[in-house]
């Protein structure tokens, strides 16, 4: 009888009956997961597969058009792994820059008071949000390839780089061991950056005074090391593509998978961010714009200093949404053959080995992983913008 009490009592307490709630949801979802995965390994053991990681170490037999690290046929299925993240992450985060840009520049446009601007950024936004973004990249492919010279016909940019349709080829720099030294100062000119920024800041509260952040920080990050560079007797050298036959050789080369998956993808969510950045500046009372320019500050320096700070805390949620959106998408690449991780593990690896589960999981811990740093980076930024409350 007591124990029916305590535990009627406890059902009845809101605290605990969340509580028990939380973890019976827990341990079902837990034991669900552990159902499927034992599942799994058994019906792999029954077809004679197993469960191993172990083909990563075998040859991948098969090459990679673009690779930002050392990739031959000969390498491993890990390095082919490597590889296709790195394509992922160089496309997503290149993506999210020039989707940033576009958005906030497309965003500010739509509420110009020029009419032509206004209704050009409307047309675009609608046009681009309401067709499928497979379609853009086909789109974008397409025009790459159809419309560069081939490489013989190369257009040339001071026969240093060249355009085709093969790809944009252009001088690979080579660094001299002396070139860490470089790195170093730039490296010491962030910090400092930082550092100073701080120091005048809490300078300017206390006296008024008011330091050359800009330009200190300027000569900090790129003076120093510009200059050293060049007492050092410049430890850097280029090699410079040429023309061997159909194609060029030497240097490097951005592939025009890599340019239209990367446009693509940007104008896209561009479209999205811009009405985001729309909504945000609405959102901020326009009294605080009358206010601004009544004290004399023009309309650019309003929506610098008193608009977009306060927008920013109603555009970081939804934005944040935007860039996992351009992350996930980035897995399209394998339609126009861009060889990021899904075309790779995801692809041919899984084609060779017949390691479906083992690819998968890779795959999907790949997402899963970027999905969280995305939101893990953005919610901390948000955090930094929302109001202070005493």
């Known amino acids: ?6 535990l009627s009592r406890l059902w009845r307490d809101e605290h605990s009956r969340s509580v028990i709630i939380q973890v019976l949801a827990v341990v079902l979802i837990f034991g669900l997961f552990a159902y499927l995965v034992r599942n799994a390994i058994v019906n792999l053991e029954a077809i004679g597969k197993g469960f191993s990681f172990g083909y990563l ?13 050392e990739y031959t046929s000969r390498s491993t299925h890990f390095r082919a792994m490597l590889v296709g993240i790195l394509n992922t992450l160089l496309v997503a985060v290149s993506g999210v820059v020039l989707a940033t840009v576009l958005g ?7 509420l110009s008071k020029n009419l032509l601007a206004s209704k050009l950024a409307h047309i675009y936004i609608d046009y681009v949000r309401n067709v499928p973004v497979l379609l853009h990249i086909l789109l974008v492919y397409g025009i790459i390839v159809n419309t560069l010279p081939v490489p013989r016909e190369a257009q040339s940019l001071g026969d240093i780089a060249f355009l085709t349709n093969r790809g944009f080829f252009l001088p690979k720099p080579i660094f001299e061991p002396l070139f860490l030294v470089i790195l170093g100062l730039f490296a010491a000119g962030i910090v400092f950056t930082i550092w100073f920024r701080r120091y005048a800041a809490d300078i300017q509260r206390k006296t008024g005074e008011h330091y050359p952040v800009f330009w200190i920080s300027l000569g900090a990050v790129l003076g120093i090391p510009f200059i050293s560079y060049f007492l050092i007797g410049g430890p850097i050298t280029f090699e410079i593509p040429a023309l061997t036959g159909f194609n ?3 240097g490097m080369v951005v592939r025009p998978e890599f340019t239209a998956l990367w446009i693509a993808l940007s104008l896209y969510t561009a ?9 945000g500046i609405i959102s901020v009372n326009y009294g605080q714009t009358e206010a601004s320019l009544a004290l004399g500050i023009n309309h650019g320096r309003t929506l610098n200093l008193v608009v977009i700070p306060q927008a ?10 935007q860039y996992l959106n351009l992350a996930k998408n980035s897995s399209l690449a394998i339609a126009i053959g861009y060889m990021d991780i899904v075309a790779t593990i995801g692809g041919i690896t899984l084609n060779q080995t017949g390691r479906e589960m083992e690819c998968m999981i890779i795959v999907l811990l790949l997402y899963l992983s970027l999905s969280l740093l995305i939101s893990f980076a953005m919610n901390i930024y948000n955090k930094r913008i929302s109001l202070v409350e005493r």
């Open 1 to 6: 009888m007591d124990s029916t009490a305590f």
């Open 57 to 69: 170490q075998e040859p991948a037999s098969y090459d990679i058009n673009q690779h930002l690290i």
């Open 104 to 110: 906030f520049t497309l965003g500010v446009l739509r």
């Open 248 to 250: 060029f050789s030497g």
């Open 271 to 279: 479209a999205f961010i811009a009405e985001i950045v729309r909504a």
């Open 312 to 321: 920013l805390r109603v555009i970081v949620p939804p934005l944040t949404s």
